[in-house]
């Protein structure tokens, strides 16, 4: 059952919590980048993949394969939030003996559909999953996600080709385009240009689509169901570090360090956001 879009707006708000306090302990980690995929993560999980928390290998599952791994707070949130494991275990997150680690593992984390390395290889990993769930003839979709500056592996082109000329329709991609990369913008280190426009040179259903509005990702994700014959891609303008106080609109926002201070802050100012998200809901009723 999909979840409303107000639903889905208090659910990433509280992705953003899950991971401020997953890193809490360790006072660091990859904020930029995962706070920027909250809306897509409670898009997807707030109806779109056909999953089972409580049975995380299901064979006719869908898959998400996270290729900017180290983006691992946010899955690890929203699988939290969705059941696969005790929200507890968050403050575990790059701890001696976690189940949680800083990249995602598909080993340790119940939830978690495929370990993720160097930049790049989520690409070649998710279209050997989309063809050999189609080719054992299962009823399965796949998602990847991919970092703009992820882009500039070559790796990632290749899978293009190889997916388009397959018509892997069971394989929807998104790039997480928020910018930036480890050590600045994206345009100034090596600009991708139109990613849109390329993915449709090389075949694939594309589009560009409002990253932080959950209205505009499922839409869009809605209308791609209906294509039949190509692999999709969609384009999500994001803003890197959005929703966190302290690292929303700095510029090296990819991996941060705060203090126990900050951090309150932030996850009160999230806390009073999905109040007043909720309030208004009520005074519409």
Partial sequence: MYKTDIELKIDADRIRIGILKGLRKCGAGHIGGSMSMAELMAVLYGGVMNIRPEQPQW??????????GHCGPAVYSTLALNGFFPESELETINQGGTNLPS?????KTPGVDMTTGSLGQGMSTALGVAFGNRYHGRNSHTYLLLGDG?????????????????????LT???DCNKKQLDGYTCEICDPGDLAQK????????QDCDGNDVASVRSAIMAEMKISDQP???????????GCTFAEGVYY??????????????????EKQIAAIQEEELAHV
């Fill in 232 to 242: 999709s891609m969609f384009i999500l303008h994001t803003e890197k570090g959005l």
């Fill in 173 to 175: 991609a998104f790039i």
């Fill in 150 to 170: 992820e882009t500039q592996e070559g790796q990632v082109w290749e899978g293009a080709m190889f997916a388009a000329q397959q018509k892997l329709s069971n």
């Fill in 103 to 107: 990249h995602c593992d598909m080993n």
């Fill in 199 to 206: 993915f449709r040179d090389f075949g694939w259903f594309a």
């Fill in 59 to 68: 064979e006719d599952r869908d898959w998400l394969v996270v290729s900017k």
């Fill in 253 to 270: 926002n990819h991996h941060v360090k705060f203090s126990d201070d900050d951090c309150e802050a932030a996850i009160q100012r999230l």
